[in-house]
Nanobody
Framework: QVQLVESGGGSVQAGGSLRLSCAAS?????MGWFRQATGKEREGVAV???????AYVDPVKGRFTISKDTAKNILYLQMNSLKPEDTAMYYC?????????????????WGQGTQVTVSS
């Protein structure tokens, strides 16, 4: 079992920045950030594997950066140039083994989520 605790969400104006953090009880091969807006399906935002390889969903490329502190088992998501359409509950998730990709169904362990609200 793996426990994940997200933090860092909040309310910002469009163009602003936030940094999300996810503290994990232990590290696994692949960690990722997902989001779910009201009335929409959960979608992958960014993932990072144990070698530091990353993948992003197209709408956040160039604005969001995923990173991790392996020694502390903390995952980060730096979000810049935020837009109202980024408003969602953001979840941290992790899984063991290959592949490491932006698929909700691949991930076994999930945090409770942290809300991000971007106003125009």
């Amino acid at each position: 079992q793996v426990q994940l605790v997200e933090s860092g969400g909040g309310s910002v104006q469009a163009g602003g920045s936030l940094r999300l953090s996810c503290a994990a009880s232990r590290g696994l091969y692949c960690m990722g950030w997902f989001r779910q807006a009201t009335g929409k399906e959960r979608e992958g935002v960014a993932v990072i594997d144990s070698a530091g390889g990353t993948a992003y969903v197209d709408p956040v490329k160039g604005r969001f950066t995923i990173s991790k502190d392996t020694a502390k088992n903390i995952l980060y998501l730096q979000m810049n140039s935020l837009k109202p359409e980024d408003t969602a509950m953001y979840y941290c998730a992790t899984k063991s083994g290959w592949p490491c990709r932006l698929r909700v169904g691949d991930f076994a362990y999930w945090g409770q989520g942290t809300q991000v609200t971007v106003s125009s």
